[in-house]
């Protein structure tokens, strides 16, 4: 979710929580799988595979399972499942447009289980396109602080293409172009400066503000579409302030 108040912050430390316990584990090796299917088991050659793999590892993931994953998806070794990518759209309480990115062997349960969570928590599925428009597909690197300012990280990718240097708190979000994605990450390799994540992401061109009521609300779809392992991301145009976000928790 995207937003650069206190919901980015929260969602960046949920994540590493998250990742903690196990919980986005299978998600990190399907990426790593889906990748290597489909731009070759070779990182040095792959971006999308490279950048998969240091999420994994940088989230605990052990390393047999990132290696079996890479060999499953190059073809190097039986059993790769026929990932699918899928958007569904869709409605929060308050207004809020969902984006939600599936990556599964079986469309017909990843749709059960989006609309089951959407619905039963206040919010309506939308038609293709109906909210999709109100995102654009950006490149987000998270850069952790440790030992690294805020100038560094401009200055080792001003000239790679990147748009934004946003503080998250405990690590800065390099937002680019998605074609400018693998060119900024080699900016900040060539700097020595060490980055948590880079992908792809859908940001929100307009975002809508929300009261405590629906704050509470949006959350409690986001959770329940997370628990899903359908369900690789949830996009929000949600703008949930500093305030509010103290009081929830």
């Not at 990450?185 to 980055?195: K, M, N, P, T, V």
């Not at 392992?229 to 928790?249: C, L, R, S």
Request: glycine share 8%; with cysteine.
């Amino acid at each position: 979710m995207s937003g650069h108040s206190k919901w980015a912050t929260t969602k960046h430390k949920k994540a590493v929580i998250d990742a903690k316990r196990g919980k986005l584990f299978a998600k990190l090796i399907k990426n790593v799988e889906v990748a290597a299917r489909t731009g070759g088991g070779d990182p040095d050659g792959n971006p999308t595979l490279y950048d998969a793999i240091q999420k994994a590892r940088k989230n605990s993931v052990p390393l047999d399972n990132i290696e079996r994953a890479r060999k499953r998806g190059a073809g190097e070794e039986a059993g790769g499942a026929d990932w699918q990518t899928i958007m569904y759209e869709g409605y929060a309480p308050g207004g809020v447009a969902l984006l939600v990115e599936c990556l599964t062997d079986n469309r017909n349960r990843a749709a059960s289980e989006v609309r089951v969570a959407v619905t039963r928590n206040g919010g309506s599925m939308a038609d293709a396109g109906s909210v999709s428009y109100l995102f654009n597909r950006k490149g987000v690197v998270i850069v952790p602080k440790e030992g690294t300012s805020e100038d560094d990280v401009m200055l080792a990718v001003a000239d790679a293409g990147a748009e934004d240097v946003n503080d998250l708190g405990e690590a800065f979000e390099v937002v680019c172009e998605a074609t400018d994605l693998v060119a900024v990450r080699a900016a900040l390799q060539e700097a020595g400066i060490d980055y948590e994540s880079a992908e792809t992401n859908f940001l929100p061109s307009m975002e809508v503000p929300l009261d405590e009521e629906n704050a509470k609300k949006v959350l409690r779809i986001v959770d329940a579409l997370e628990d899903s392992d359908d369900v690789q991301n949830v996009f929000t145009n949600a703008d949930i302030p500093d305030e509010i976000m103290e009081k929830i928790g």
